[in-house]
């Protein structure tokens, strides 16, 4: 090995030391190559008439005529809407919530009992989606929905044929959305709420301070970086959805889409069931790309007001 | 100011008791609408309290059983094996990305970390996988897209590695004569359990509730998991009896259709609700490493 190295370049045998990190790496990035940076080349598609007859690659150009058609209708207006604001209520009750929910918790000192609500907080979050679905059906089933037979006769009210009126479903996928999620985020605060000094608090006690002003000046302010970080989060990915709650929770039913469609629910009818490809892929183009530039610009802001806080 | 604390430390009990109380009882709601007598439900609908018992729903599912226990095969083979490919591909390139050391090592962390900020999304995706590689109808398809490794995890192990495993101790591994394959596997791996197990269980749980994959590559019922079955249910009662050896005709006739949804999800979140306490320490501090800056 020594006589040898002697005769190459000194340059390349040190290279050559890496060679087996290199080979490591290869499955990872061949993966990303096939997973995440052809598809990014593949939003070319949507300046094209898909036809497969004539392949993907070999389909001719049209320019932005898809792009025209999907902002000609009507539901690039009300997918955006719905997208948009589906999920500034999202992250402002979602993280509220949260975040009342974990100061509650950080006050229970029985440790079982604080064992005990933690667990089961966070069981909505284990279960999938569909899951979900069936239990809000068990809810919401028009002719043997716990509501329709049960609780809405006890109030003396008529029964609601839930999966045909949309005007309800913003409250029910907020409902289920923050059900699914707070215990989540929750648990996330309160990781971030153990961490403070008890000393602090200890020193407000003796200043008479109350346990609502010790949350306003000591807890919250404490816990604003990782307030930050998730809201940062979120807000880089608002123009994206959670796909399952907004198709499999309202069981994909027809009549409620003016209030359930979102970008992810109209690309995936567009492919998958309509066959119309090149809108979907325009509709997929104009989320990624915008998508993009709302995670660098929420990024950009934060740095500016504080690095630590950034992303990158 | 005791008596005001105490005060908090009530209304605190009130309102976890209150939110708990809503995550458990859905599923009491449908474990109780399962064991109900279809001509219960009809008159009362789904109730924590029916007026007639009856295992008829878990009968009709056991005629069944052929679909449903291949299904639950899909589910358990691909967790296995995806969560094991998994954690290999993710460490393998989260090791060498971990390295000071490495020519090249910055350009490459930094293709892992573009995969997080911008994507191609459902149509390009869904085009390569069916157009480029035909893995439609194919096991690969429950398992690869999306799910196999993503960056946001390469990027938490990395930092996991930097973080706990000195720069000097792999030097001298390295001096003594360790391959770099050696170093992984004797020292990398063993002294990152804990990454491993948490990046492991939240895989695994990923796999074992994967209903995309299903939904978007596959038709053929014999690669359907136990989601997509309980997702095609759901939109198709009849899907069952059309593709196991229940046959039709009267049994179908006589099916307590209602009672079935429930029985079948049941069925479906058994599983997770039995496992949960063994891993759930795991999950809760998982749940933190995530969050906390990856």
């Known amino acids: 090995m020594h006589t040898k190295a002697k005769a190459i370049p000194k340059r390349r045998i040190h290279l050559r030391r890496f060679v087996p990190l290199y080979i490591m790496m290869l499955p990872g990035i061949v993966y990303l190559v096939i997973n995440n940076y052809l598809p990014m080349f593949g939003l070319a598609m949507a300046f094209k008439d898909v036809n497969f007859a004539k392949g993907i690659w070999n389909s001719d150009w049209v320019g932005i005529k898809n792009f025209t058609y ?47 609500y933690q667990s089961v907080i966070i069981l909505p979050h284990l279960i999938s989606i569909i899951l979900v679905s069936y ?21 003396g009210l008529e029964p609601i044929s839930w999966y045909l009126e949309p005007k309800y479903w913003p409250y029910i996928l907020t409902l289920v959305h923050i059900w699914k999620g707070a215990g989540y985020s929750c648990i996330v605060f309160l990781a971030a709420m153990i961490g403070i000094d008890r000393e602090y608090y200890e020193a407000a006690e003796i200043d008479g301070a109350s346990k609502w002003m010790q949350i306003r000046k000591i807890t919250l302010p404490m816990i604003t970086p990782i307030i930050t970080m998730l809201a940062l989060l979120a807000v880089g990915r608002i123009f994206y959805s959670d796909f399952g709650l907004f198709y499999q929770v309202p069981m994909n039913s027809g009549s409620l889409y003016s209030t359930t469609n979102v970008i992810d629910t109209y690309v995936f009818r567009g492919l998958m069931q309509l066959g119309n490809i090149g809108m979907s892929a325009a509709a997929g183009f104009y989320q990624s790309v915008v998508g993009f530039v709302l995670v660098l610009g929420s990024n950009y802001i934060v740095r500016k007001f504080n690095k630590e806080n950034a992303l990158f | 100011m005791a008596k005001a604390y105490r005060g908090w430390r009530l209304a605190a009990h009130i309102v976890l008791g209150l939110f708990s109380l809503s995550c458990i009882l859905p599923f009491i709601l449908m474990f109780m609408a399962s064991i109900t007598d279809d001509n219960a439900i009809v008159n009362d609908g789904y109730s924590f309290f029916p007026s007639k018992f009856s295992f ?26 995806g969560t094991a490919a998994s954690l290999l591909m993710t460490s393998l390139l989260a090791y060498p990305l971990s390295r000071k050391d490495l020519p090249g ?47 946001f995890n390469v990027l938490l192990m990395r930092s996991f590695f930097i973080n706990t495993i000195p720069a000097a101790v792999i030097e001298s591994a390295s001096i003594d004569g360790a391959g770099e394959f050696t170093i992984y596997r004797r020292m990398i791996l063993p002294l990152s359990l804990p990454i491993l197990a948490t990046i492991g269980l939240f895989q695994a749980l990923a796999f074992w509730n994967d209903w995309n994959n299903g939904l978007v590559f596959v038709n053929d019922p014999n690669v359907l998991n136990l989601q997509n079955v309980l997702n095609q249910i759901m939109s198709n009662i009849d899907f069952l009896s059309m593709n196991s050896n229940m046959g039709t005709g009267e049994a179908l006739s006589n099916m307590p259709r209602e009672t079935f949804r429930m029985a079948i999800a049941v069925i479906g979140v058994v599983p997770i609700l039995l496992a949960y306490p063994f891993f759930q320490r795991y999950f809760v501090k998982g749940l933190t490493i995530g969050a906390v800056k990856g």
């Open chain 2, 105 to 151: 090592g910055k350009i490459m962390a930094f293709i892992v970390f573009f995969t997080l900020l911008f994507n191609g999304g459902l149509v390009p995706t869904y085009m390569v996988y069916t157009q480029v590689f035909h893995i439609q109808n194919t096991l690969w398809a429950q398992i690869v897209p999306w799910l196999l490794m993503n960056g």
């Open chain 2, 56 to 81: 008829g729903a878990y009968e009709y599912l056991f005629q069944a059983s052929d679909l449903i226990l291949r299904a639950y095969g899909v589910t358990v083979l691909v967790t296995v094996v």
């Open chain 1, 135 to 155: 239990l809000v059906y068990a809810l919401l089933s028009p002719e043997t929905g716990l509501l329709n037979k049960t609780v809405l006769p006890m109030l």
């Open chain 1, 70 to 116: 999907l902002f000609a209708t009507s539901d690039a207006f009300i997918i955006t809407r719905n997208t948009l604001l589906y999920n500034a209520v999202f992250i402002v009750l979602g993280l509220g919530i949260a975040i009342a929910i974990a100061i509650l918790l950080n006050e229970i000192r029985h440790k079982l009992a604080q064992r005990f």
